[in-house]
């Protein structure tokens, strides 16, 4: 097996952005980070030297670490941070798996600026015909005037708050429609009359976005690293935690004075809270051979027509509804027919009483809180995983409910009526080796409208049933798609609504499971699971590395 390394050097750099200079930690200097491209199979091997005085972890968004648990990277659940001026190895292999990820830090928001493509080449020619001129990567990020840490220290102290980047970015840059940043606009360059494939990753801390190119359609081919049928639309929604890989023909006439097409990146939904509700937009230039202009053409700037307007539901809807697996006999779908056992959670916030003489911002005095079941993650002081391993059964429980803790209209909440009170607590369930899972996720929804991308670790899973209002056990399985059901590894749950999930828990290890917008995870919307090691060989859990990171 061929090893590749990759050296990061975790260091604060000076960035700017919006005419707004600030100190940002990065990897090796650079924003967004850099690239990793490995080949289907390689060993990789990612030395991360932590020279900033921040704690941190990275994670491989989506790379299953077939029993190498203890390089998935979330802190406290697989491992204690890297500290100052320490160096951990993370080393797996990337097994049947091909397509785009990406890698973040896991450790409070500093994913803010620390994230990047991961890039796996297939080591099959890929299952479309078109052949593809070139590789591009669309990032979306979002950028912060402010210090991140300030603003997460404000969430949690208060309970909400303020929590609005200043601007979206592709590739770090934010685009012309923002004060400043001309200069700092994303041209990306293609021919006439050939083909490209997009690799687009949502790296953003806290909004699903739609985005589009004027004039050009845009053809589904992969999602979280997993082939599609291929299918064409006029923009696509992308939640964090998610990539999305497109095909784009340059067949456009392109404007003769710029040779430009505008595209463009906004939230889907932005009403609740403060959010960033802005537009990032950079440029697609056809190559010509007259003279070629560098900078993006002057303002105003349409947005492309293509592109839903914020909280199109149903262009969100129908999107997620075309989404399907290959399932051919390369690539086919292993979808569990049945499962062993089912957990049904719910998803959302909750309100919490305000202490006594403070002042809270999340809503009508109180604090938001987050739970899954009502319960509210509590992060573990040491990480779950050697706890599991060694067998000290300390810091966690395996008990987390296997249902909602009482029964309600779980849509249309009135939170000032119902009891929101969460518990807290560092809640897991256990599975044997080979199970097949479900978990329902049924969206509480108590202030429209609320909205999760729910990311599992380890393993990908496969949506078998989607809809609206509550989960209704003795009707929806019967309208589930058990032949080729979406597999991914982050589900956007409908607003409103749930997502039935079905897994192959076949990973031995510490799990975790959570909400990927940054706030929520810290409010608690977090829980997990473990896979326990089979009797075979091949199916337990390697013994830690040597480097891997005290607490
Ligand atoms: Cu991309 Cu647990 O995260
Ligand atoms: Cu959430």
Redesign the pocket.
Known sequence: VPTRHFQFNVEWKKVTRLCHTKQLLTINGKYPGPMIIVNEGDNVQVKVTNQAARNTTI?W??VRQLRTGWAD??AY?TQCPIGTGKTYVYNFTVTNQRGTL?W?A?YSWQ?ASVYGAFIIYPRMPFPFSAPVQDHIPIIFGEWWNADVDAVENEMMLYGGGPNTSDAYTINGLPGPLYPCSIKDTLIQTVERGKTYLLRIINAALNDELFFAVANHTLTVVEIDSVYTKPFTTSAIMIA??QTTNVLLTANQIPDASTGMFVMAARPYLTSVFPFDNSTTIGFLKYKTTQLEREKPPLPPYSLPSNLPSMEDTAFATNFSNQLRSLASADYPCIVPKEVEKRIITTIGLNLQDCPVNETCKGYRNKRFYASMNNQSFIRPSRSVLESHYWKLNTGYASDFPEKPPHVFNYTGVDPVAENMNTEFSTRFFEVHFGTKLEIVLQDTNFLNPENHPI?V?GHNFFIVGRGFGNFDIDKDPAGYNLLDPPERN?VAVPVGGWAAIRINADNPGVW?I?C?LEEH?SWGLAMGFIVKSGPESFQCLLPPPSDFPPC
């Open positions: 994670h968004h989506g990277g979330p659940i990406l973040h896991h994913r964090p935690g990311h670790h982050t975790f959570h990927h995870t």
